[in-house]
């Protein structure tokens, strides 16, 4: 046999090795997949729960004997750290969306090799209407900007 041609032992370890990734691929997809709902429930729950602060501010600062500037602050503050809560969210869903498309792309690298071209199609970053990702941002984004609202327009005037 020549150098560089590839006998059956080859041919054996080149299937097994691409079988093993292709778990590990797929596992990591899950992981991934996972991941977007473990953020959604982290944002939620800390922006539950620094906005309830916020609101349990607005209503007793007057109860305390906290000046309503220090109690307006104490509101902005509380919102800022929702936000970064949700920036940090976002861009974890974010960077997970783009690893989900190495991975499913390294996928059909993997199944055009092993299995034959086109086995499997290629992600198509234009179908990302159908990602629930996209869903998950937007409510984050929206949820913010609600917040700012009803804070700007009811909260911080009522605390004067």
């Given at each position: 046999m020549a150098s560089g041609?590839?006998?059956p032992e080859t041919d054996a370890v080149r299937r097994?090795?691409?079988?093993?990734?292709?778990?590990?691929?797929?596992?990591?997809?899950?992981?991934v997949?996972?991941?977007?709902?473990?953020?959604?429930?982290?944002?939620?729950t800390l922006a539950t729960a620094l906005v309830s602060a916020a609101l349990a501010l607005f209503v007793g600062y007057?109860?305390?004997?906290v000046p309503a500037s220090t109690a307006r602050g104490g509101v902005i503050g509380l919102l800022?750290?929702?936000?970064?809560?949700?920036a940090f969210t976002s861009t974890l869903i974010l960077v997970g969306a783009l690893a989900w498309l190495d991975f499913r792309n390294e996928e059909c690298d993997i199944t055009?090799?092993?299995?034959?071209?086109g086995?499997?199609?290629?992600?198509?970053?234009g179908n990302f209407l159908r990602w629930y990702e996209t869903y998950v941002l937007l409510f984050i984004i929206?949820?913010?900007?609600?917040?700012?609202?009803?804070?700007a327009f009811l909260l911080l005037p009522a605390m004067r």
């Amino acid at each position: 046999m020549a150098s560089g041609e590839a006998g059956p032992e080859t041919d054996a370890v080149r299937r097994e090795f691409a079988l093993e990734r292709y778990r590990y691929i797929l596992q990591q997809i899950n992981a991934v997949n996972e991941n977007a709902h473990r953020f959604l429930a982290l944002y939620q729950t800390l922006a539950t729960a620094l906005v309830s602060a916020a609101l349990a501010l607005f209503v007793g600062y007057r109860n305390w004997d906290v000046p309503a500037s220090t109690a307006r602050g104490g509101v902005i503050g509380l919102l800022i750290l929702a936000t970064v809560v949700a920036a940090f969210t976002s861009t974890l869903i974010l960077v997970g969306a783009l690893a989900w498309l190495d991975f499913r792309n390294e996928e059909c690298d993997i199944t055009d090799e092993v299995v034959g071209p086109g086995f499997r199609k290629r992600p198509r970053p234009g179908n990302f209407l159908r990602w629930y990702e996209t869903y998950v941002l937007l409510f984050i984004i929206v949820s913010v900007i609600a917040m700012w609202m009803l804070a700007a327009f009811l909260l911080l005037p009522a605390m004067r």
